[in-house]
């Protein structure tokens, strides 16, 4: 945690882009893929028009534009209620509350998506910065980035801009019996 804090502390352009320069490793230019091998030809198609339409201006800009939200900012940064955080695009679970952490960052952070397969990934060298992008895998939406220091048990932090994000809190199980 301490390391995270450091790193986040570092430099405006970082506060901007996503905190964190230490990146899991991908190759420049490398294709999207999925740990399962799922390639994004098959995700949802939509126009540039009708994301607009469907979705706010401040969604689009970071999930259609790549663009991201100033840290501590967001709805969900210290979102601390059960529940699964589905993809403001289209809507597919893309993470859940219990492998939510406090990274410091001021983004939600996650070690861990709901499934390997719901989220791709793309080395992204943008901002004077080797990083590796995190997208939706079901419309293609840009949600953040992941980096190398997270904690247990996977050492992963998935950096996440809350406008990529819809939670839906966990409902309450009704008590059955008299
Ligand atoms: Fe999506």
Redesign the pocket.
């Known amino acids: 945690m301490k390391l995270t804090l450091t790193i986040c502390a570092l430099g405006g352009a970082a506060l901007l882009t996503g905190c964190g320069s230490s990146s899991v490793a991908v190759a420049p230019g490398a294709p999207i893929i999925t740990t399962t091998n799922q390639t994004m030809n098959d995700r949802l198609a939509r126009t540039d028009e009708e994301w607009k339409k469907a979705l706010t201006p401040e969604q689009y800009r970071v999930l259609r534009e790549k663009g991201t939200e100033r840290a501590f900012t967001g709805e969900y940064w210290n979102t601390k209620d059960k529940g699964v955080y589905r993809?403001a695009?289209?809507g597919?679970e893309l993470f859940v509350s219990d492998t939510k952490f406090d990274s410091g960052c001021g983004w939600p952070s996650f070690y861990a998506p709901k499934d390997s397969k719901v989220v791709a990934e793309s080395g992204d060298n943008s901002h004077f910065m080797k990083r590796t992008e995190v997208l939706?895998s079901?419309?293609g939406?840009h949600l953040g980035h992941v980096f190398d220091d997270g904690p247990k048990p996977t050492s992963l932090r998935y950096c996440i801009n809350s406008a990529s994000l819809k939670f839906e809190a966990k409902k309450e199980e009704k008590k059955s019996g008299p």
């Open positions: 993809c695009g289209c597919e939706c079901k419309c939406g």
